[in-house]
């Protein structure tokens, strides 16, 4: 039995277009471990910002920044951990999207 090349080509189209529509698609498991990740090391909010605002306002002005950024965001990324681990069942917000950009504290050093 020869499967016909068209019909070869018809289902890897298809099949495609159905794994890149879940490709960024976020779940319950990844807002969990999103929320683990915050509560564990929101501390390395402090060197990312310092890093991020060093690279956009030279290093003078961007340790300080950063380090006084980095110092609020770290509470927020904590918090924001507990909120997301808790509520990993639940997709809120819709589609079990980051609350916080970058979505884990080590994305700063990318």
């Known amino acids: 039995m020869k499967i016909p090349r068209q019909y070869v080509i018809v289902f890897f189209t298809v099949f495609m277009m159905f794994s890149a529509q879940y490709a960024n698609a976020y779940s319950a498991a990844d807002k969990s471990l999103r929320g683990l990740a915050g ?48 509520s990993a069942p639940f997709p809120l917000p819709a589609g079990f999207r980051p609350i916080l950009k970058p979505e884990y504290p080590w994305d700063y050093f990318k």
């Open 39 to 86: 509560m564990t090391t929101g501390v390395l909010e402090i060197p990312g910002n310092m890093v991020k605002e060093s690279q956009a306002q030279g290093p003078a002005i961007g340790i300080p920044m950063g380090l006084a950024i980095g110092l609020g965001m770290t509470v927020t990324r904590t918090l924001v951990g507990v909120y997301e681990f808790l």
